[in-house]
């Protein structure tokens, strides 16, 4: 499927997405993906999980601020969709930053995610090498991380996305590179969580090398749009979550490099 195809479907299908995600992201990243076209749901009790996640179109885990209780949902919730075959994003934001959470990051790497994205110092570190990250931002290039993604893709079967300036996106044979978005993108917190989300709504309609880079180009084509309205991170946002309700799918391709 072409990205415009997979930007037509996920508005019609619309599908519900479960995010399990942090603190940090929770409203703007359902804002976003309502914004693109699909259906959000912030679920993340134990509790509720074996009814829910089995009717998700796709989950989300992103482990920005994980604890106890939620790393035991986010196991679970993992290995349903794996049993399912409903496709799952993993976010390992800053997973380096201590034992703890580089232990649930690979813990729920070895369920299988469908898709892994996050910045340069996030894969790089997911891949076993050192970077330059600081928490949640990356201090290192996405072309420094490429190798490692490729990698990644290759060792753990899941599409493998870099964000960045310039985005990056392999399953291990077929890679692409995007351009475009804004510099106030890394100024505003969670939006790197919030394309994590979106990734979902595309993968619930489609193939996962296809859903990423569709997912990417959606972003990069608003932010750029919304960066030439922008005075600053806070109008950026207003106008991103409007550019990306306003993108439409023959809009996504002139950011693509193959
Ligand atoms: N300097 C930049 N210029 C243009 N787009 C950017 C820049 N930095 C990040 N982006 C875009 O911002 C979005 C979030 O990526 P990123 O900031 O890397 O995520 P994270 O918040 O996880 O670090 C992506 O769509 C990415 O392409
Ligand atoms: C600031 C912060 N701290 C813990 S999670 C989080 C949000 C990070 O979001 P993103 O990586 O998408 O900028
Ligand atoms: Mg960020």
Not at 86 to 99: E, G, R
Not at 144 to 150: L, M, Q, W
Not at 239 to 245: I, S, V, W, Y
Request: with cysteine; proline share 5%.
């Amino acid at each position: 499927m072409t990205p415009a195809e997979m930007l037509r479907q996920m508005r019609a299908d619309a599908p519900l997405v479960q995010c399990i995600t942090n603190y940090v992201a929770m409203n703007i990243a359902a804002n976003v993906v309502l914004a693109a076209g699909a259906s959000p749901a912030m679920v993340h009790a134990v509790e509720e999980i074996p009814e829910f996640t089995p009717i998700a179109g796709a989950l989300t885990i992103n482990i920005g601020t994980v604890s106890a209780p939620w790393r035991d949902s986010m196991l679970l919730a993992a290995e349903l969709a794996r049993d399912k075959t409903i496709p799952w994003v993993l976010d390992p934001v800053a997973h380096f930053i201590s034992d703890y959470r580089r232990q649930v990051a690979q813990d729920l790497l070895a369920r299988r995610p469908t898709i892994v994205r996050g910045n340069a110092s996030e894969i790089l570190a997911l891949a076993g090498e050192a970077g330059l990250g600081k928490g949640a931002d990356s201090g290192d290039s996405v072309e420094a991380a490429e190798g490692a993604a490729r990698m990644l893709a290759q060792r753990s079967g899941a599409v493998v996305a870099i964000t960045g300036p310039l985005d990056f996106v392999t399953d291990g044979t077929r890679a692409a590179h995007l351009s475009g978005g804004s510099a106030w993108m890394p100024k505003v917190t969670a939006l790197g969580c919030s394309l994590t989300a979106l990734m979902g709504a595309y993968a619930a309609v489609g193939p996962a090398f296809n859903a990423t880079l569709a997912a990417l180009a959606h972003f990069k084509v608003a932010g750029t749009r919304a960066g030439a309205e922008a005075t600053g991170p806070g109008s950026f946002q207003v106008h991103f979550l409007d550019a990306l309700a306003a993108t439409g799918p023959e809009d996504l391709a002139a950011v693509i490099r193959t």
